[in-house]
């Protein structure tokens, strides 16, 4: 224990430095009390398990979750009160105090929970800080069904496989049910949950199991060993408490991305991050401005929208366009890719792109270029573009790779159209440039 605890009869407690804890029952049931220290609060929710057997995950209930580091307690008096010196040694300040009254058979009907709204509750070295605790009534209630439970307050209990124990070292004190529930938890140093799972996915998460999901890595494919160190978009193969395989395995064929999603993400096994990655011009990526006039007649495309990107040099020499040309929304592992990419609320106007013939450039055309196509409330669009390239070496085998793009409306105004009713160019990542690993990922 980090912490040291002391727990004194009501007249044995002298002037010795410390918090002292001077507890009021306020019900003569209560024979013990029990007060749990917490080091710190490491958790904003916890999945508590559903008290049905075999052990299960159960829902996630916002609310703090704290750490106890120690704990004590006492019996209570004659005179239905019971002090507890609380004296600091590693510890010398706690964020809250949980006290729980017990009646004989062990099981908590009086508790309080005990914080400071300045900060966290200080234990003095030099003083004694004299502090009064009324306990007032709470409902001890099995596991089963407690989540969504009517009464409030109501406390659950629970350690390992044992449920509604009075050996249980973990504690909610719950209120409301539903969508309006919430809660405050200990857990034991180490073991938030007390699932007893080793390693832990999430410690405030009873045997937590998470599904896969888009993650990136830069770790080639088993069946794909020569894309060298490009990032990849890859599926985490999920994680379950106690199980030791918790990690991203890129997809085959790989899809490589700019390094920076796995600079961002390749640690997080986070999808929604890969998603905000895939769409951060920040990145190398494709920007296509679409010029548009507006005048008298209302806003009109400056002719037929058209452009060709070209990749030359990128990827070394003999390599050409193949395999897949689609847009994907965001770029996710498993998501459907679409032809084109909807550049307005109906869709009816939509951007496509196709391989030009013989060479690693790329074709891009507006269908749907009339008057009415123009819809200047929809100036952007960020998505993500999904290219296959291969070698004349070796034109089985194609690389696909991602680069997010960035299309917008230019109007200008009542001026002359420029040449270009459309003007799509690749824009080098601004840390790595040309160098980064992405364009590796062809075999250059």
Known sequence: MRGVALACLLAACGNDAGLL????PGDSSVVRVEVLLPGDQPGTYMGMPTGVMPAAQGPKISGPVYSVVDRTGGTVDGGGALRVLLTPGEITEVPAILVLGEDANGTPIRYAVVTDPNGSIQLPHTKSTHLVVDLDPITTVPLSGAADAPMSPRLVRWDGTTFNDASAKCFGILTGSGTARSGIFFGPDGDLDCDHAQPECDDTWYLRVRGASACATPMPPLDDADTLDACRIGNSVGCRDGATSMGCVAQAPAICVPAEVCDQCGDMLDPSCVQ????????????CAIYVKTDTGGT?????PASTVTMAGLFGSGYTCSGMTAFSNPMMPGSTVSA???????????????CHGGTTDFDFAVTDPTASAVDP???????????????????????LLALPIHVQYVDVGAQTC????????????????LDDPLWHCAGG
């Open 340 to 354: 084109d990419l909807p550049l307005d609320a109906a869709p009816t106007t939509r951007l496509t792109f196709a």
């Open 377 to 399: 409330a929809e100036p952007e669009t960020q998505s993500s573009v999904v290219i296959g390239v291969h070698s004349s070496t070796n034109a089985t085998v194609t690389r």
């Open 21 to 24: 804890l001077d507890v009021h």
């Open 418 to 433: 420029p040449a270009d009713s459309m003007q799509c160019d690749l824009f080098p990542d601004v840390n790595t440039g």
């Open 276 to 287: 905000q990655q895939m769409t951060d011009l920040k990145l190398g990526h494709i920007d």
């Open 300 to 304: 009109t495309f400056c002719g037929a």
